[in-house]
T-cell receptor
Framework: GENVEQHPSTLSVQEGDSAVIKCTYS??????FPWYKQELGKGPQLIID?????GEKKDQRIAVTLNKTAKHFSLHITETQPEDSAVYFC??????????????FGRGTSLIVHP | ETGVTQTPRHLVMGMTNKKSLKCEQH?????MYWYKQSAKKPLELMFV???????ENNSVPSRFSPECPNSSHLFLHLHTLQPEDSALYLC?????????????????FGPGTRLTVT
């Protein structure tokens, strides 16, 4: 099955700095790579995603890049703000044993933005 | 508010109790999912239902019993749980888990039920 590795587990930055979180995946058939943000007491919320036929996608201060050959993808947050502090999860969506396309998640990165 | 609600938000139960978790989605999606989230571990997929039919069961112990009466509601029935089952249980929904490279398959998560087994 799919295996997703995510680094770092904790990331501490100053407000205004950039933050980068990296993930690798193992199944070359995976075709969709979402990123989720989870705040305390809430479920994960999708913040950006990228499909396997695209190399880069940007949405305001957030961008995601995908290198299919190397099987890695990254989340970039620029001009970080204290409200960006949360746990971020990457995922790779591949085919489960039952035929459904399901995501496999990384372990998460706790991002702390200091004012 | 993601359109996915879960009740209860918190649950404490003894190992001999029977309880149920409920999830409801108001997004018109076809698929619903149960995940287990434990500290320091990745999100673990437990079950997937597509059009009320279970399509994935990730080797989950039989003390967890899912039920999906329709595409909008999902239950997780719990009985004789162990302390290591204490975790945040998350429900999610999506449009089409069978879609390949096309289609809409973003998942929307509920807030979770924090379960403590004593």
């Amino acid at each position: 099955g799919e295996n997703v590795e995510q680094h770092p587990s904790t990331l501490s930055v100053q407000e205004g700095d950039s933050a980068v979180i990296k993930c690798t995946y193992s199944d070359s058939a995976s075709n969709y790579f979402p990123w989720y943000k989870q705040e305390l007491g809430k479920g994960p919320q999708l913040i950006i995603d990228i499909r396997s036929n695209v190399g880069e996608k940007k949405d305001q201060r957030i961008a995601v890049t995908l290198n299919k050959t190397a099987k890695h993808f990254s989340l970039h947050i620029t001009e970080t703000q204290p409200e960006d502090s949360a746990v971020y999860f990457c995922a790779a969506r591949g085919k489960g044993a039952g035929g459904s396309y399901i995501p496999t998640f990384g372990r998460g990165t706790s991002l702390i933005v200091h004012p | 508010e993601t359109g996915v609600t879960q009740t209860p938000r918190h649950l404490v139960m003894g190992m001999t109790n029977k309880k149920s978790l409920k999830c409801e989605q108001h997004l018109g999606h076809n698929a619903m999912y149960w995940y287990k989230q434990s500290a320091k571990k990745p999100l673990e997929l437990m079950f997937v239902y597509n059009f009320k039919e279970q399509t994935e069961n990730n080797s989950v112990p039989s003390r967890f019993s899912p039920e999906c009466p329709n595409s909008s509601h999902l239950f997780l029935h719990l009985h004789t749980l162990q302390p290591e089952d204490s975790a945040l249980y998350l429900c999610a929904s999506s449009q089409d888990p069978l879609a390949g490279t096309d289609g809409s398959y973003e998942q929307y998560f509920g807030p979770g039920t924090r379960l403590t087994v004593t």
